[in-house]
């Protein structure tokens, strides 16, 4: 890192750091108490707090991750600058260790925009910071910095495991992996991609050789007719029946391989993924989860994802491949027809966005899921086109984590889309500094009405007294 870029960085990430001190400010203020979730984790943290180590609320789902890590920070924390009584485990002071997260999740996404694009010298320090300073302000992630919510943790660990992997750091990569399990059972998936990192790796360098041997030119530079993409399948499945391959594989993956196996016993022991309440929390195949991420990202990437000669480049796709995208458009609506399930919390709980989102345009009418498909098949068009500088075997892999994440989640919930929207976005392209500014206005604007909505438009239901206030 050059001088005036680390000063630079150094600037904005206090500057970030500053500017959310006072929200956090704005946002103790309004909401003092407990809310929304934070009724489960804060009585739960402050257990901790207490001793009380073995005290469990059945109603919350996920591991006590966020509560240890709360207790070894603030306990350290108040004994040094010497706070008693109720202060220590308070509300505003647990809600503070998700605004180091935040800082924290700044400085990693420099670093692995820094490490992902280190290759492209026309990528300016100026347009990493920007870059970086976009993403960590990314809405759905920068309002849990400010109430007590597992996500920024999650965020944090699940990063930093995706940069040590990077860097070849695959014991502590798999330790760091274990940290973001605990805070959020689904984070599994992505010690599973970070070990799939060094699978697609291996796999490509391999596929080049095999490439060279057979002096065949096609198949590089045609990676996504469908022949090629058979003869890749037959390649991988050549590649990992060979033992010397798959010893090789599990040489270098063994971190991975241990904490994936502590996670299936986890799951035999605990007789499923979801601890505590599980009435809320079903798994089934829900596949239209993944069109549902794919129209977010494409929403919130829109610099990236969005323009008229992506639009042409598709269309003429499209008539170059009409029975590949024919058949594409028959799976999606019988995936859409079987596969769609509709949560009790979406219909009840008018304090999110997918509330609305769900009333105003699925609700609108029964054929208006299916008139998406064709939205849904460009949004998935253009989403792996900007992929198209990964490698084959990168690809492959992190769809097949993204449908793991993704489609046995019959809620559908922005929050479960922050981490394999983040790990997209890293590693797309840079735009322009004229569309890496729009996407940074972009965002403080959405940023702007949610804090607004939350902290000035409150409501009340008629069963109950108390402030409801509107949310991610």
Same mark, same amino acid.
Not at 49 to 73: A, K, N
Not at 205 to 229: H, P
């Given at each position: 890192?050059?001088?005036?870029?680390?000063?630079?960085?150094?600037?904005?990430?206090?500057?970030?750091?500053?500017?959310?001190?006072?929200?956090?400010?704005?946002?103790?203020?309004?909401?003092?108490?407990?809310?929304?979730?934070?009724?489960?984790?804060?009585?739960?943290?402050?257990?901790? *707090?207490?001793?009380?180590?073995?005290?469990?609320?059945?109603?919350?789902?996920?591991?006590?991750?966020?509560?240890?890590?709360?207790?070894?920070?603030?306990?350290?924390?108040?004994?040094?600058? #010497?706070?008693? #009584?109720?202060? !220590?485990?308070?509300?505003?002071?647990?809600?503070?260790?998700?605004?180091?997260?935040?800082?924290?999740?700044?400085?990693?996404?420099?670093?692995?925009?820094?490490?992902?694009?280190?290759?492209?010298?026309?990528?300016? #320090?100026?347009?990493?910071?920007?870059?970086?300073?976009?993403?960590?302000?990314?809405?759905?992630?920068?309002?849990?910095?400010?109430?007590?919510?597992?996500?920024?943790?999650?965020?944090?660990?699940?990063?930093?495991?995706?940069?040590?992997?990077?860097?070849?750091?695959?014991?502590?990569?798999?330790?760091?992996?274990?940290?973001?399990?605990?805070?959020?059972?689904?984070? +599994?998936?992505?010690?599973?991609? *970070?070990?799939?990192?060094?699978?697609?790796?291996?796999?490509?360098?391999?596929?080049?050789?095999?490439?060279?041997?057979?002096?065949?030119?096609?198949?590089?530079?045609?990676?996504?007719?469908?022949?090629?993409?058979? =003869?890749?399948?037959?390649?991988? !499945?050549?590649?990992?029946?060979?033992?010397?391959?798959?010893?090789?594989?599990?040489?270098?993956?063994?971190?991975? +391989?241990?904490?994936?196996?502590?996670?299936?016993?986890?799951?035999? +022991?605990?007789?499923?993924?979801?601890?505590?309440? =599980?009435?809320?929390?079903?798994?089934?195949?829900?596949?239209?989860?993944?069109?549902?991420?794919?129209?977010?990202?494409?929403?919130?990437?829109?610099?990236?994802?969005?323009?008229?000669?992506?639009?042409?480049?598709?269309?003429?796709?499209?008539?170059?491949?009409?029975?590949?995208?024919?058949?594409?458009?028959?799976?999606?609506?019988?995936?859409?027809?079987?596969?769609?399930?509709?949560?009790?919390?979406?219909?009840?709980?008018?304090?999110?966005?997918?509330?609305?989102?769900? =009333?105003?345009?699925?609700?609108?009418?029964?054929?208006?899921?299916?008139?998406?498909?064709?939205?849904?098949?460009?949004?998935?068009?253009?989403?792996?086109?900007?992929?198209?500088?990964?490698? +084959?075997?990168?690809?492959?892999?992190?769809?097949?984590?993204?449908?793991?994440?993704?489609?046995?989640?019959?809620?559908?919930?922005?929050?479960?889309?922050?981490?394999?929207?983040?790990?997209?976005?890293?590693?797309?392209?840079?735009?322009?500094?004229?569309?890496?500014?729009?996407?940074?206005?972009?965002?403080?604007?959405?940023?702007?009405?949610?804090?607004?909505?939350?902290?000035?438009?409150?409501?009340?239901?008629?069963?109950?007294?108390?402030?409801? =206030?509107?949310?991610?």
């Amino acid at each position: 890192m050059e001088r005036s870029e680390a000063y630079g960085f150094s600037g904005a990430i206090s500057g970030a750091f500053l500017l959310s001190c006072l929200l956090f400010a704005a946002v103790s203020r309004r909401q003092r108490g407990p809310y929304m979730d934070e009724v489960f984790h804060v009585p739960q943290a402050q257990a901790y *707090c207490h001793g009380r180590f073995l005290q469990w609320d059945p109603m919350i789902t996920t591991l006590p991750g966020l509560y240890l890590l709360s207790v070894g920070v603030v306990k350290p924390a108040a004994w040094l600058l #010497g706070w008693t #009584g109720s202060v !220590v485990c308070s509300v505003g002071m647990l809600r503070f260790i998700n605004l180091l997260f935040s800082a924290g999740n700044f400085y990693l996404l420099y670093l692995l925009l820094f490490k992902i694009h280190q290759k492209n010298k026309a990528v300016s #320090g100026f347009q990493r910071i920007l870059s970086a300073l976009t993403l960590a302000i990314f809405p759905t992630l920068y309002f849990f910095t400010f109430l007590y919510y597992t996500d920024p943790g999650s965020v944090f660990f699940t990063l930093f495991a995706y940069l040590m992997c990077l860097y070849g750091n695959h014991k502590t990569s798999a330790l760091l992996g274990f940290c973001g399990f605990m805070f959020r059972q689904t984070n +599994i998936v992505w010690t599973v991609f *970070c070990a799939g990192n060094v699978v697609a790796e291996k796999l490509n360098e391999a596929w080049k050789v095999e490439l060279q041997k057979k002096k065949d030119e096609k198949i590089s530079s045609r990676k996504g007719s469908f022949s090629d993409l058979t =003869r890749i399948l037959q390649f991988l !499945v050549e590649y990992l029946i060979s033992p010397k391959n798959l010893v090789t594989l599990i040489a270098l993956t063994w971190p991975y +391989i241990i904490l994936v196996s502590l996670f299936f016993v986890f799951v035999f +022991i605990n007789g499923g993924i979801v601890v505590g309440d =599980r009435s809320s929390h079903e798994a089934c195949l829900h596949f239209p989860q993944l069109f549902y991420f794919l129209s977010f990202t494409v929403f919130f990437s829109f610099p990236h994802l969005l323009s008229p000669a992506k639009i042409r480049k598709f269309l003429l796709s499209v008539r170059k491949h009409p029975v590949q995208y024919s058949l594409i458009t028959v799976i999606s609506l019988f995936l859409i027809w079987k596969f769609t399930y509709v949560h009790k919390y979406l219909l009840a709980d008018n304090r999110h966005y997918t509330f609305y989102v769900w =009333r105003k345009v699925f609700q609108r009418h029964e054929l208006v899921k299916y008139l998406l498909v064709p939205f849904y098949i460009f949004t998935g068009w253009s989403f792996a086109d900007a992929l198209k500088s990964k490698s +084959i075997f990168w690809i492959l892999m992190y769809f097949a984590c993204l449908i793991a994440v993704t489609v046995p989640q019959k809620l559908l919930e922005f929050r479960y889309f922050i981490l394999p929207f983040l790990i997209y976005r890293l590693n797309i392209p840079f735009l322009s500094l004229y569309r890496q500014l729009l996407e940074l206005a972009f965002y403080i604007l959405v940023n702007a009405v949610s804090f607004y909505l939350f902290l000035n438009r409150t409501f009340k239901w008629e069963n109950s007294d108390e402030e409801q =206030r509107f949310m991610w």
